[in-house]
C-alpha cells in the first residue's frame, strides 16, 4: 500500500512527464540525506520498476573489500528480478553488461524503469565504476527510447562533480536533474496533520528551529507527545534516536568529512558567519583546494550559504550555517555530558535556549523569502536578500535581513522570536532609528527603507510601534 507524498508537487509532476516521454531517460534526483528522495522514487515508481538496487553503505569496509561487497549487492540485485547470471562480476563493466542483457529480456515495448539507489556509495577507490556507467548509458542506454534511468544520492557534492559537471565521458549525458530540498513550514504542518500529531504554530516553528523540514526527521515524532517530549526522545533520551545522527550524515555525505565538521562547527557559533580567511584562522585548516572542495561540497549539500553583506565589497565573501539539526546538535549535544533524559522539557528558560531560538529564528526567516515577499505583496519584484553590519562602529548596528528591491524600496528586517506580540520600548526605539541612521550613512542608499518586523504572534500597539511599516507573523510562514 502505498503512503501518500507530502508536498513535493513540482517533483511528482516532472517524474510523471519524464516517464510518459517516448525518449531515453537519465535522471539525477539529489539531495541531503534523510530528504525522502528513495521515498519519493519508490511510492512514485515502484510497481514499475525493472531493476532496483541500493548501493551498500561503506562505513564498515573500504577498498578492494568494499568493490567486492559492491559488486555482490549489485549481483544479488540482478538475480532478484530475474538475471540468469552465475558468478558474481569481477568488475563494473560485466555487472553493467548483465543489467543490459537483463534489461533486454524484460523489454516488451512498456517502459523500463532502473533505479540506482545511493549511487556515490558504488564509486569506490580505482573501482573503474564511473567507467563503467559511461559506457552502459553511452553504448546502449542513450539509444534505448524506452529506458528511465533513475540515479540517486545524498552526497551531492558527487552527484555534482561526477555526474552534472563531469567533463568526461558523462559530460552533457545526464537528461534531467531533480534536487529534493527540505520542507517548508506549510509542508511540515500538512505532515503532521497527516500523521495525526497535533502542534500549535508556534511550536512547529521551534519545531523547524530543531530538526528542519527534513521528512525522516519529523516522521520520528510520536502521536501525542508535546514538542519538548519529542525533542527529548530525539536528542536527549537515553536511546535518543538521533543520538549519533550528526556523525553519520557528515560521514555518509562527505569523502573529507571532519573537515567538513571543522568548519560547521565554527560557523554554529556566530549569526552572520564567517569569512573564508576567518575558517583559515579559527580552524587552522589550509587554505587551498581541500578547504574549496569542503566548502562547496557543504554549499551544494545545503549545509551552509555563501553570501555577502550589504555594502561590502563583492569579494568578501561570508560563509554561515544553514542547517538546523547541526545548530541545534552543536549548541546542546556536542560533547555535553548531561544524563538528564528530559532535558529539553527542564530547561526552557536557560539563557542559551533563549540565544538559540533568536538565532535560528533567524534562519527559518531567512528559508521562507518567497512566503515573506508574499506577506509584504512584493511576488513579482526583483530583490536580493542580505545581512548588514556596521564598518565603522566595533559593536555597531547590524541588521537580520535586508530586502533590497527593485522598486527603490528596501525593507529592513528585524526577527524576533517570542511567545507573545512583540513590544518595542524606548529603548529598541532608539536602536532601531540608529540603525536605519547608519546604514544610510554608510551605504549611501537613497531608496525609503521600511522597517519591518517579522514576528511569531505581531506588534504590541504603543507610542512606539508607528516606527514598523510592516508586521510579518508566523502565520505568514505557513502559506
Given at each position: ?12 509532476e516532472e517524474l ?329 522539557q527542564d530547561n ?83 536602536e532601531l532609528r ?46
Amino acid at each position: 500500500m502505498t503512503q501518500k507524498i507530502i508536498g513535493r508537487k513540482k517533483e511528482i509532476e516532472e517524474l510523471r512527464r519524464l516517464y510518459a516521454s517516448d525518449k531515453p531517460v537519465f535522471a539525477v534526483v539529489y539531495g541531503r540525506r534523510r530528504i525522502g528522495k528513495t521515498f519519493l522514487v519508490r511510492e512514485l515508481l515502484g510497481d514499475k520498476f525493472a531493476f532496483y538496487h541500493t548501493a551498500l553503505s561503506p562505513s564498515e569496509l573500504s577498498n578492494s573489500a568494499l568493490r567486492n561487497q559492491q559488486l555482490l549487492g549489485f549481483y544479488t540485485s540482478l538475480r532478484d528480478y530475474g538475471s540468469q547470471m552465475d558468478n558474481v562480476p569481477d568488475n563494473w563493466i560485466l555487472a553493467f553488461d548483465a543489467l543490459r542483457q537483463l534489461l533486454k529480456e524484460k523489454d516488451h515495448g512498456q517502459r523500463l524503469v532502473v533505479f540506482i539507489d545511493e549511487l556515490p556509495w558504488l564509486d569506490t577507490a580505482r573501482s573503474g565504476f564511473i567507467t563503467a556507467l559511461e559506457h552502459f548509458w553511452n553504448g546502449w542506454g542513450a539509444g534505448k527510447q524506452n529506458l528511465m534511468l533513475i540515479v540517486c544520492g545524498s552526497a551531492t557534492s558527487w552527484i555534482s562533480d561526477k555526474l552534472l559537471n563531469n567533463h568526461g565521458g558523462l559530460f552533457d549525458r545526464v537528461t534531467d536533474e531533480i534536487k529534493l530540498y527540505p520542507f517548508t513550514l506549510g509542508e511540515c504542518e500538512e505532515y503532521f496533520k497527516n500523521n495525526g500529531i497535533v502542534m500549535s504554530r508556534y511550536d512547529q516553528v521551534q519545531s523547524y528551529m530543531a530538526i528542519g523540514g527534513i521528512p525522516f526527521y519529523l516522521s520520528l515524532y510520536q502521536k501525542g507527545c508535546s514538542l519538548a517530549q519529542n525533542i527529548d526522545n530525539l536528542f536527549f533520551a537515553r536511546n535518543a534516536k538521533l543520538k549519533f545522527e550528526f556523525d553519520r550524515l557528515y560521514s555518509s555525505s562527505f569523502v573529507n568529512y571532519e573537515e567538513c565538521k571543522s568548519i560547521v562547527r565554527l560557523l554554529s557559533k556566530k549569526r552572520q558567519g564567517f569569512t573564508r580567511k576567518e575558517i583559515t584562522q579559527q580552524t587552522h585548516l589550509p587554505d587551498g583546494g581541500g578547504l574549496s572542495n569542503s566548502l562547496k561540497a557543504l554549499e551544494v549539500s545545503d549545509f551552509i550559504v555563501s553570501y555577502r553583506k550589504y555594502a561590502y565589497p563583492k569579494r568578501e565573501i561570508y560563509y554561515r550555517l544553514t542547517d538546523n539539526f547541526s545548530k541545534f546538535w552543536l549548541t546542546f549535544c556536542d560533547n555535553k555530558l548531561t544524563t538528564n533524559g528530559a532535558f529539553w522539557q527542564d530547561n526552557q528558560n536557560l539563557p542559551q535556549v533563549a540565544s538559540w531560538r533568536g538565532f535560528s529564528f533567524e534562519g527559518v526567516c531567512f528559508y521562507h523569502e518567497l512566503q515573506i515577499k508574499k506577506a509584504l505583496g512584493i511576488n513579482g519584484v526583483q530583490t536580493e536578500l542580505y545581512p548588514w553590519k556596521s564598518r565603522t562602529e566595533k559593536e555597531g548596528a547590524q541588521i537580520d535581513m535586508i530586502i533590497d528591491r527593485a522598486d527603490n524600496v528596501m525593507n529592513i528586517c528585524e526577527m524576533k522570536f517570542s511567545d507573545d506580540e512583540y513590544i518595542i520600548t524606548a529603548k529598541y526605539d532608539k536602536e532601531l532609528r540608529h540603525k536605519l541612521t547608519v546604514l544610510r550613512e554608510e551605504s549611501g542608499t537613497k531608496k525609503a527603507l521600511h522597517l519591518t518586523l517579522v514576528t511569531t504572534y505581531g506588534l504590541r500597539m504603543n507610542e512606539y510601534s508607528g516606527i514598523v511599516q510592516k508586521v510579518i507573523t508566523m502565520d505568514d510562514f505557513f502559506g
